[in-house]
Nanobody, 122 residues
Framework: VQLQASGGGLVQAGGSLRLSCAAF????????MAWFRQAPGKEREFVAGIWWGDGRTYYADSVKGRFTISRDKAKNTVYLQMNSLKPEDTAVYYC????????????????WGQGTLVTVSS
């Protein structure tokens, strides 16, 4: 599968953005789709994930209650709705697929989108 992320941009603190990750190719029900982010000088970190099959969701503590991950099977797309954005959310956001199942480690993901930059100004 190929993934294409979009939706990033510049937003003021407290604002919202919705990221999209379009998948080209079949996503199996056993796949775990996730958003990661990477700030300058930092490692790529897990943000949110969703089981493609049953839609169960998982979040990093830092975004719980502010971000919502969802998927639209008909459109083969995963979304990340980001509300109450903070300057520390500034990063390049990547979507990924792990065909082996649930994981919060980027090392196990076998497909990645190109990344989309989110900048939150204070």
């Amino acid at each position: 599968v190929q993934l294409q992320a979009s939706g990033g941009g510049l937003v003021q603190a407290g604002g919202s953005l919705r990221l999209s990750c379009a998948a080209f190719g079949r996503i199996f029900s056993s796949s775990f789709m996730a958003w990661f982010r990477q700030a300058p000088g930092k490692e790529r970190e897990f943000v949110a994930g969703i089981w493609w099959g049953d839609g169960r969701t998982y979040y990093a503590d830092s975004v719980k209650g502010r971000f919502t991950i969802s998927r639209d099977k008909a459109k083969n797309t995963v979304y990340l709705q980001m509300n109450s954005l903070k300057p520390e959310d500034t990063a390049v956001y990547y979507c990924g697929q792990d065909r082996q199942g649930y994981s919060r480690s980027p090392a196990t993901f076998d497909a990645w989108g190109q990344g989309t930059l989110v900048t939150v100004s204070s």
